[in-house]
């Protein structure tokens, strides 16, 4: 059963999954050739007609048919493998002066992006797109109804150096019983600049950007596309809300379908810069009871894996960036794409 640990070194939470140790893709990497194929020759479990292998389905866009049935254009289901599980307990337990341990309370779902088991997102209709970030949108508000459920991570592994297992264009969406480290500390370094200076962090950032231009990828009425001063990796991509809003769960339809144009925009622009990469995608957003706070402005992260960090990185927690963000963005700007 999944479970989480304290880590008093670094004040972070980690989670023990053992039985994600199960996946295909895993096996494969520990114990087969670099030349192994990044997908098995059996069918696919997100493909029509097998609706069958992905076990209950718990939510579903379709034109007909029942549940777990075909006639799907978006589908939501457990993760085989999860690394949390809504069955589980939240209790703290002491194992000693130093060691805590947190029952596995959480969810793990997968959020099949259309029945097309080779189209890539920046290929959907617009229409799709914003159905589909409704989708995510829909997720998240609901599991957040479950008070033990503190935050809400959505994301997006394209491509076997991102992390993704099958081939077929999917999400993930994970609660989890606590804030993660990360989370925590960019809501604190957030939280601490409102108190300094009474401004959103994250506002002041979106308004000297536009001013500045050079970073500038895209703009729209609502949102702006942008390669932040401090990129950590190349051709690293935030996409933002022009206006103040803490939660993306509070978005309006309207504002997804302006969002969905940018990503497909944005992404278009990345795969013919750089010959589709693997990329992975991520949602950023308030924690649970923070979604009216002044504070901080929910955003999109693209973050291409373009390099690997080595023994520097990953022992000193800093990032080696190898693309000046302005180079970034002009190059990107610069992309002509067919929308």
Known sequence: MPFLRYDVTSGDWVVFSPERARRPHEFRRLMASAATPAEGTGPCP???????????????VRASGGPNDAGWRIRVVPNKF???????????????????????????????????HDTFLAYQPVEHIAELLGVLQFRHNDL??????????????????????????HWQVIAT???????????????????????????????????????????????VALAPYAAHMPFETWILPRYH??????????????????????????????????????????????ENEPYFLWHLQILPRLTTPAGFELGSGMSINLVLPEEAAAYLRDQEINS
């Open 177 to 223: 019983p606590v804030v993660p480290r990360l989370l925590r500390l960019k809501h604190r370094l957030a939280t601490d600049y409102f108190d300094l200076t009474g401004h959103c962090l994250y506002c002041e950032m979106v308004r000297e950007e536009i001013a500045a231009e050079a970073r500038l990828v895209a703009l729209t009425e609502r949102f």
């Open 82 to 116: 999860p690394a949390l599980r809504i069955e589980e307990d939240n209790q703290h337990v002491e194992e000693g002066p130093l060691f805590r341990r947190l029952g596995g309370c959480g969810a793990h779902e997968v959020v099949i992006e259309s029945p097309q």
């Open 46 to 60: 997100f493909c029509p007609g097998n609706e069958w292998m992905t076990g209950r389905e718990i939510y579903a």
């Open 144 to 169: 957040l109804k479950d008070a033990r459920i503190q935050q809400i991570v959505i994301f997006k592994n394209h491509g076997e150096r991102a992390g993704t297992s099958l081939r077929h264009p």
């Open 245 to 290: 809003q803490a939660s993306f769960g509070q978005a309006s339809a309207a504002e997804l379908r302006e969002l969905a144009e940018l990503l497909r925009q944005v992404l278009l622009k990345l795969s013919t810069a750089l010959n589709n990469p693997d990329f992975n995608l991520t949602i950023n957003t308030v924690p649970r009871g923070e």
